[in-house]
T-cell receptor
Framework: GQSLEQPSEVTAVEGAIVQINCTYQ??????LSWYQQHDGGAPTFLSY????GLEETGRFSSFLSRSDSYGYLLLQELQMKDSASYFC????????FGSGTQLTVLP | NAGVTQTPKFQVLKTGQSMTLQCAQD?????MYWYRQDPGMGLRLIYY???????DKGEVPNGYNVSRLNKREFSLRLESAAPSQTSVYFC?????????????FGPGTRLTVL
């Protein structure tokens, strides 16, 4: 099976940088995905890391270290609209989600 | 393109009642999924269909059945609803069940079982 751990809440101010960590334990590991979910909305895909290192997509970057069983999502130049829940997820036979990190961006 | 659509958006059932949640996608995806999300938690996979004609159990299949009606449609049935099935149900689709394949989610069905 797979389990993913992430902090339940993170708070930051507009314009700042925030990092959301995810540690995992898996019996088989293919990579790490990240999804964003606004309150009451559907999850939307942000990124996928199959290999170690940093993947950058605009203001968002995602990092993976297989040797440390660890990854993170980095959000730069935070905006109010970034307030949402962020989930790491590990594809395998099935996609297993972490319990999510609620990000609150303050003005 | 509508993407992934789900009906109904809201539903209230009494314990023991049955219902079917409908899901359709117009992206010609091969794989479809049903998840449930409980307050403050991540999504848990109920069932998935890797391709038309196949279905497999996920993490929490008890109390549910599914039908892959055709390539576009994947329904979830609760035969005898229980309060523990109160949740938000999301349908999703992807090109294939492969690591890293982006999953596209529908807007969700908010189900309350009294």
């Amino acid at each position: 099976g797979q389990s993913l751990e992430q902090p339940s809440e993170v708070t930051a101010v507009e314009g700042a940088i925030v990092q959301i960590n995810c540690t995992y334990q898996t019996s088989g590991f293919y990579g790490l995905s990240w999804y964003q979910q606004h309150d009451g909305g559907a999850p939307t895909f942000l990124s996928y890391n199959a290999l170690d290192g940093l993947e950058e997509t605009g203001r968002f970057s995602s990092f993976l270290s297989r040797s440390d069983s660890y990854g993170y999502l980095l959000l730069q130049e935070l905006q109010m609209k970034d307030s949402a829940s962020y989930f790491c997820a590990a594809p395998g036979r099935q996609l297993t989600f972490g319990s999510g990190t609620q990000l609150t961006v303050l003005p | 393109n509508a993407g992934v659509t789900q009906t109904p958006k809201f539903q209230v059932l009494k314990t023991g009642q049955s219902m079917t949640l409908q899901c359709a996608q117009d992206m010609n995806h091969n794989s479809m999924y049903w998840y449930r999300q409980d307050p403050g938690m991540g999504l848990r996979l109920i069932y998935y269909s890797a391709s038309e004609g196949t279905t497999d159990k996920g993490e929490v299949p008890n109390g549910y059945n599914v039908s892959r009606l055709n390539k576009r449609e994947f329904s979830l049935r609760l035969e005898s609803a229980a309060p523990s099935q109160t949740s938000v149900y999301f349908c999703a689709s992807s090109e294939a069940v492969l690591a890293g394949n982006e999953q596209f989610f529908g807007p969700g069905t908010r189900l309350t079982v009294l």
